[in-house]
């Protein structure tokens, strides 16, 4: 156990190293490119970010492994929300500008009621296999394209957030971003590997695998990015970075998992899926109560006591 163990602390080491300098990196491309933060957030670190749950769910739909493909992505969603929100406010309390409250936030909802509804077919065709189908796949992939087109809208908006941001050379800037990003995804792999190895060491079922170990895993670079933005005070990084991610996720990475092979949906999961809808429309009163537009520390604490509640109920 000794040398996956010091493997894994490798893994953490990239994605914290890697994570600095994707910050770094698009910050410095925002003020560049005179574009809002939250755009970057959404866009190029989210991407950036959601690149280790792509390659897991590729490999698992190709192998047919439906479980791992579904359990990575709902799993990872929670994890983001409820675990790396909740430890960024922690560091710094995440305001964030009013069209998130308002567009993105609910975007990223109504997202996750759709998935509900396509993957559960049974409920329309009793007796029917749930499985998400190419045609669900295409549905994805459209809210993607239009996911796509709004930030390119809101890219057109010209507004830069902080004149406080460090400018590196065009050059510097693009190695900050690609070498975050190599530093992201072969951290994230070291990380998964070895922690898959070590559960299934223990005994742990494939599915608890997939929600927890496995998505926790692929979502790291996303913890290490957000957590690293809190502490840098730049919350539209590390808020959009989440959002984006889960969008990407859901519309994107499942979108091309069922184009792949349509994943068979094992409808146990709709106890996850419920959390995910019920940790985002949380955070969408979140930004009402007790200040608008800002996720406070103990908001963010609570967020990270529900989702201890919530591995205990898988672990039982």
């Known amino acids: 156990m000794f040398i996956p163990i010091l493997l894994l602390i490798l893994g953490f080491v990239l994605l914290i190293v890697g994570a600095d300098w994707l910050v770094k990196g698009a910050c410095s491309l925002a003020k560049r490119l005179n574009v809002p933060e939250i755009v970057i957030g959404l866009t190029v670190v ?41 430890i960024s406010s922690l560091i710094y309390p995440l305001e964030v500008k009013k069209a998130t409250v308002w567009r993105e936030i609910p975007f990223a909802l109504i997202i996750s009621i759709l998935f509900l509804a396509l993957v559960n077919d049974n409920w329309v065709k009793p007796g029917h296999i749930d499985l998400l189908s190419r045609f669900d796949g295409l549905f994805l992939l459209l809210f993607f394209a239009l996911f796509l087109l709004y930030t390119w809208k809101l890219s057109k908006t010209g507004i830069v957030e902080s004149s406080k941001l460090k400018v590196y050379t065009l050059f510097m800037t693009i190695g900050f971003i690609i070498g975050g990003l190599l530093a992201l995804i072969y951290g994230g792999e070291v990380v998964v590997k070895q922690a898959v190895l070590i559960a299934k060491e223990l005994g742990i079922s494939e599915k608890v695998i997939a929600l927890t170990i496995v998505a926790a895993g692929t979502s790291l670079p996303e913890l290490a990015t957000s957590a690293v933005a809190a502490l840098r005070k730049r919350p539209d990084i590390a808020i959009g970075n989440i959002l984006g991610s889960n969008i990407f996720n859901l519309l994107l990475i499942l979108g091309i ?57 898988l672990l039982k």
């Open 46 to 86: 989210a991407f950036g970010t959601s690149t280790p749950e792509l390659v897991v769910n590729v490999v698992s739909s190709f192998k047919g492994i439906s479980d791992i493909a579904f359990g990575n992505i709902i799993g990872s969603n929670n994890f983001n929300i409820l675990i790396i929100l909740g």
């Open 257 to 313: 998992s069922s184009m792949i092979k349509p994943p068979i949906y094992n409808s146990s999961f709709n106890v996850d899926v419920y959390l995910m809808i019920f940790s985002t429309f949380l955070l969408f009163m979140y930004m009402f109560v007790p200040k608008k537009h800002r996720l406070d520390r103990w908001q963010g604490g609570l967020f990270i006591l529900i989702y201890v509640a919530y591995a205990v109920f």
